[in-house]
């Protein structure tokens, strides 16, 4: 399995919930809805992270991050190369997320064994 990070912020001015409702009602539709994109998904996961209020000094920072699970690498490089995500996945970020604070983490080769 290869499996990919992403880390991020919402845009000004949108609130926690405006934020969770986007990504999951509308961008991660964008995901899921295009066979282009899900010949090359295994998995695609969101967690929303809540604002830390017990202890705000330790917050993430994050309003999120995703995992998304991939056979091989270069289903990945497959994925980011098609015409859907560059046109209509990309652009919709700029709706929701502050990009310019998205992070993406090394990419994480696993094994997994399955029963």
Known sequence: MHIVLGFYRRK???????F???????H????TASPDI??????????????NTLD???????????E???DRKEDRELLLATEYFKSVVVPDEANFLDVSQTRVSVYDEQVVQFP
Do not use: C, M, N
């Open 28 to 31: 991660g539709k964008l995901l």
């Open 20 to 26: 969770s409702a986007y990504w999951r009602d509308v």
């Open 56 to 66: 705000p000094v330790k917050a993430l920072g994050f309003d999120g991050f995703s």
């Open 68 to 70: 998304v699970w991939y």
């Open 38 to 51: 899900q010949k090359y998904l295994r998995r695609y996961v969101q967690h929303h992270i809540r604002p």
């Open 12 to 18: 000004p001015g949108l609130t926690v919930e405006a």
